[in-house]
């Protein structure tokens, strides 16, 4: 197994801390023009007029825009994953709407102008009339029977935006013999990813060439590139994407946005570089993860979950083009995540509605269910008077149980859940917990909980599951390309097709190449985000970058070290199997080296026997597909890895204003083999802290008339270091069989742990309220809410 | 529209003739900025005038004949680090040593500026009327003064008049012999949603002469809670704590509500967000 090292910090961290790092908003060539865009104030509305004529005659407006405007000159934005592969349904969306908008923020018009505080106020200049329709902004009123219809003239009968059900066994037959059944109502509320930086995009059009530059703040820039060429009509070779360093992307920077053409478009009628900078309440606009559940749950005394039927109704906002609508296909896909259930039915409604679309966020669909299933046992738990981790064990897959096929079709790769559950009890001092808690005087004002949750987190790209002969088979799932490239003095390039939000997978990579030719981590350069000098790649999404672009990285890096090494067995007078490469140089047992440098020397001045090429090699990497004995049928490809972890949250509930204060969390997480320890605690706590205000506060509120009112960061609260406890992380590392390197992900994992545990904390020490819902987030009036309905026995 | 005349007055005067020489609503005065130049940014707000205080010299803490004053562009940092305003006005160090936003927050934020914005959420408000505090406001034709319960006459609503400004504030009477504050937020960065400023003067004999409880947050201004019945010669112990949330809970109506909160919880943290006030100043101590 490659070394990389085990608690590397983040490469190159110094520049961010100095404010040294470039980001997109850095990026200012000669001549910039600034985007701003004009957006629809109604959630439903007929588009009957707009009046660009203020925006013009503004000093220093150079181009202002209609939908009517840019209709034959941008395409259709298209779909990056297309709904009709798994039974959905397409929408026509174009960049600017031209005769009727579907949610608050739709763009209508757009300007450029010499500064962004111009163009701002033209596009505020622009005045559009509207005849406003009636506008479903809830799931429920998108899919009444006499809901106004959103998507007629694609042909949509209904607002229906895709439907799927996932069952195995007789789910109806195993209720009604259960000696036990719980009915519940899970409610999740619609949340977003808010980094720190928002998108952003600086196009550049070469009219000499007729070739287009674009630095966007994006996780793909492949797709983007292909997005563009679909919609600017260009072909890609004309097209150069570049990602500067990113501010954090949570699935937020994926391709598909009516601004990337635009900025574009903008660029190319102007032939000057135009810059669009999202405003942080452009940012709030998006959002994702909504979602309700109707429960119903069979159970036998000791607590074994017997059957699940599950009515899960999500609103993805309009359609639209970017993935993430996909999330709703995942949370229904992962239900019953950690467990062995043999009779389940999941139904599930995907609704468009007038609220602004979906983008992705980080957990993409898999830490609902996650929060669910972990309510769900406590709740059986609470029915049979058993204790949650007794619940979790009597339910929880064993490790012969191994790989799993799920009711999708997903297939759970490895772990130790049991194990993993039994060392978080053991760590957090879980009894010690239950018995302190039970000393807390009845009467106080802050009542102490304790929740366990437990996870599984899909990973390594997927989405589409099921069997072959029930659906087409789609793609294959993506693989990763990196070449390694010696210089002829000795210098080594890594150039991958994956792209770091921020989180340093690139540092990751560049230790795993560095260790293959023995040098330092330092002495690789790692390039990525150029679609001009990479292999195409997935950028970053899904956990990938180090799980399978790292594997990519390490056999290209291994395929250069087997050239270094018969380069250097003439020169060291041994066998090409007896050469180790290590402190930058070749070495041989009997103590004769030559250095990296030499050796490169060599080989350019044609003294060393290597065949053409040899100090650079390019190879691509595809995660191997879980195979589940006994199983005849083929199924499509999907996540071929599956992180896991088990989380304990400790929480004081202020009982007299509903105040809740996190003061432990706790995580036995397993990634598969760890590549750099740091790195994965990173990720962990920036989900688990997600995970806080996803349980707690986070809400993109939006009101009746379909307006997004929590559009700042004082009415959209984030946690502060303030709101969360220092983290307690031990790791059970179970490598996955289906990667080179053991790898199973980790930028995901920890958002629906903590959520749940969480969740269940604050349940627990409010003591089981007289309630058949759940409702997210656990917000203090939510809380003083439950505390009200007074206890349930 | 963005485009705006700014303006700097180098003086209180001359910032009254800059104010006096627009109609109402087409100016707009930045102390510290910390609210208006987000929503200027953001276009919440706009006026074909801008008017900035940051050099018209009434950012001091001051002790003007054992009363002390406070210029409306004094800064929540220039609070805590003035002994006068730690010697006489501790309650109001106590407040701004928690405003929400920290240091960058405290160091630009005035406590005139949020004064005149009224925003029920505000920190500062209910303890300026639980001090007894009265505005300074001046205008081309004099100065006149105003109880601060006076002057906030609903939610982001004063009595400033369209070509008047407010000069400072000053505490006429003692200093409270024993304060307390409690704020509920819903998380760290959120809001104030409700609050309480509790200040107490004692007798001779160490009872109870005078007890002000002002809730804010709650209504589009503060609330007084008038609790002289219960208090006055009552000794200064916890046992007021009880009979005086428990006037605030029957008393107080909760109206206002945001994205954040309802009216109606609003109303029922009333009792616990009172009584935390309460107990901390008759501990001695402070909370939250």
């Not at chain 1, 961290?13 to 004009?38: K, N």
């Not at chain 1, 987190?457 to 010696?486: C, I, Y």
């Not at chain 2, 007890?211 to 709650?218: A, P």
Request: net charge neutral; glycine share 10%; proline share 8%.
């Amino acid at each position: 197994m490659t070394a990389a090292g085990a608690a590397e910090p983040k490469a190159g961290a110094t520049a961010f801390l100095t404010g040294h790092a470039h980001y997109i908003d850095d990026i200012a060539p000669d001549g910039l023009l600034y985007m701003a865009v004009a957006r629809s104030p109604h959630a439903h509305a007929r588009l009957t007029g707009i009046d660009l004529a203020p925006a013009r005659s503004m000093p220093g407006v150079v181009l202002a825009l209609s939908g009517a405007d840019v209709q034959a000159q941008l395409a259709p934005i298209p779909y990056v994953l297309d709904p009709e592969l798994i039974g959905g349904r397409r929408a026509t969306v174009r960049a600017l709407a031209a005769e009727r908008v579907r949610y608050v923020g739709e763009p209508v018009a757009v300007v450029a102008a010499e500064d962004r505080y111009t163009a701002r106020a033209a596009a505020r200049s622009i005045k559009a009339a509207f005849e406003p329709l009636p506008a479903v902004v809830t799931g429920a009123a998108a899919v009444a029977p006499d809901a106004p219809l959103l998507h007629e003239a694609d042909g949509w009968p209904d607002n229906i935006l895709a439907a799927h059900r996932f069952a195995a066994g007789d789910a109806e037959g195993a209720l009604a013999a259960a000696p036990h059944r719980v009915r519940h109502r899970f409610s999740i509320q619609r949340y977003t990813t808010a980094p720190i930086e928002p998108r952003g995009y600086v196009a550049s059009w070469d009219e000499a060439s007729g070739s287009l530059t674009v630095h966007a703040s994006h996780q793909h820039p492949f797709q983007l590139r292909w997005s563009l060429s679909q919609t600017l009509g260009l072909p890609e070779s004309a097209i150069r994407v570049i990602v500067p360093h990113v501010g954090g992307t949570f699935g937020m920077k994926m391709t598909g946005y009516p601004e990337e053409p635009l900025v574009c478009l903008l660029s190319r009628l102007s032939r000057r570089p135009v810059k669009w900078i999202e405003s942080r309440a452009e940012c709030f606009l998006g959002g994702g993860r909504e979602q309700v559940h109707e429960v119903e749950a069979g159970f036998g005394p000791d607590g074994e979950l017997l059957a699940l039927r599950d009515d899960i109704l999500i609103p993805v906002g309009a359609a639209a083009p970017s993935p993430g609508w996909r999330m709703s296909y995942v949370s229904a896909a992962a239900m019953p995540t950690a467990y062995r259930v043999p009779h389940v039915d999941i139904r599930l409604r995907v609704a468009a509605t007038n609220a602004p679309p979906w983008h992705s966020c980080r957990g993409y669909g898999k830490e609902a269910p996650v929060a669910v299933m972990e309510r769900l046992m406590d709740v059986i738990a609470d029915e049979l008077g058993l204790d949650p981790a007794a619940v979790r064990h009597r339910n929880l897959l064993t490790p012969a149980e191994l790989p799993h096929r799920m009711p999708a079709g997903y297939a759970i790769d490895s772990g130790d859940y049991p194990t993993v559950l039994d060392s978080l009890l053991h760590q957090a001092d879980y009894q010690g917990l239950r018995r302190r808690q039970a000393t807390c005087p009845p009467d106080a004002d802050w009542r102490p909980g304790i929740g366990i949750a437990f996870e599984v987190t899909p990973e390594g790209g997927g989405h589409a599951a099921g069997k072959l002969s029930e659906a087409p088979a789609g793609p294959p799932r993506d693989a990763e390309t990196a070449t390694v490239r010696l210089t002829p003095s000795g210098t080594v390039d890594l150039l991958t097709g994956t792209t770091t939000p921020g989180g340093g997978s690139d540092t990751v990579l560049a230790g795993l190449v560095a260790a293959e030719l023995g040098i330092a981590r330092e002495e690789v350069r790692v390039i990525q985000g150029d679609t001009l000098l990479c292999p195409p790649g997935g950028g970053n999404s899904s956990s990938r970058g180090a799980s399978i672009g790292g594997a990519a990285a390490v056999l290209a890096a291994q395929q250069v070290a087997r050239s270094l090494r018969q380069a250097a067995a003439g020169p060291l007078g041994v066998p090409a199997a007896a050469v180790k490469l290590s402190d930058r140089a070749a070495r041989e047992a009997g103590g004769g080296s030559i250095t990296l440098a030499e050796l490169c020397g060599l080989v350019r001045a044609g003294a060393a026997v290597v065949p053409p090429g040899a100090l650079e090699a390019t190879r691509s990497y595809r995660a191997e597909q879980s195979k589940v004995p006994g199983e005849t049928e083929a199924y499509r490809q999907s996540y071929p890895y599956f992180s896991n972890g088990a989380y304990l949250a400790c929480v004081e509930v202020d009982c007299t204003t509903g105040v809740v204060r996190v003061t432990r969390l706790v995580a036995i997480h397993d990634c598969g083999h760890i590549l750099n320890q740091t790195l994965v605690e990173g990720q962990l706590h920036g989900a688990m802290a997600m995970g806080l205000g996803a349980a707690l506060t986070e809400h993109s509120v939006i009101d009746a008339a379909g307006q997004v009112t929590a559009d700042s960061f004082k009415t959209y609260l984030l946690p502060r270091a303030d709101d969360v406890p220092a983290f307690e992380l031990w790791h059970h590392e179970v490598p996955s069989p289906n990667t080179l390197l053991g790898t199973k992900g980790a930028g995901e994992a920890g958002l629906g742990g903590a959520l749940a545990a969480i969740a269940n904390a604050v349940y627990d020490a409010i003591g089981r309220p007289r309630t058949h819902a759940t409702t997210f987030p656990l917000s203090p009036p939510e809380v003083l809410r439950l505390m009200n309905a007074g206890p349930g026995r | 529209m963005t485009s705006f005349a700014y303006h700097r007055p180098a003086s209180p005067s001359e910032a009254v003739e800059i104010r006096a020489a627009y109609p109402a609503g087409a100016s707009a005065v930045i102390g510290g900025g910390t609210l208006v130049v987000p929503a200027l940014t953001r276009g919440d707000v706009s006026a074909p005038n801008v008017i900035d205080l940051a050099r018209t010299g009434l950012g001091y803490v001051a002790d003007r004949d054992g009363v002390p004053r406070v210029g409306t562009m004094t800064s929540y940092h220039q609070l805590l680090t003035s002994p006068v305003a730690r010697a006489r006005l501790p309650l109001l160090c106590l407040v701004a040593a928690g405003i929400t936003g920290g240091y960058q927050i405290r160091h630009q934020a005035t406590v005139g500026g949020a004064l005149c914005a009224a925003r029920p959420s505000s920190d500062v408000l209910a303890p300026l009327v639980a001090l007894g505090a009265e505005v300074t406001l001046k205008g081309s034709g004099g100065r006149r003064s105003l109880a601060t319960a006076d002057f906030l006459r609903d939610a982001e609503r004063t009595a400033l008049g369209p070509a008047e400004l407010a000069e400072g504030l000053t505490f006429p009477g003692p200093a409270p012999d024993r304060y307390g504050y409690y704020k509920l937020k819903l998380a760290e960065s959120s809001w104030p949603i409700a609050t309480a400023a509790a200040a107490m003067w004692l007798a001779g004999d160490g009872t109870v002469a005078t007890l002000r409880l002002v809730l804010g947050g709650i209504a589009g201004q503060p609330v007084t809670i008038p609790l002289d019945d219960i208090a006055h010669g009552a000794p200064a112990t916890t046992a007021l704590v009880t009979p005086c949330a428990d006037r605030a809970a029957r008393l107080a109506t909760a109206t206002w509500a945001d994205v954040l909160a309802t009216a109606d919880y609003r109303q029922q943290v009333v009792r616990p967000v009172a009584r935390r006030a309460l107990t901390a100043m008759l501990n001695g101590r402070t909370a939250s």
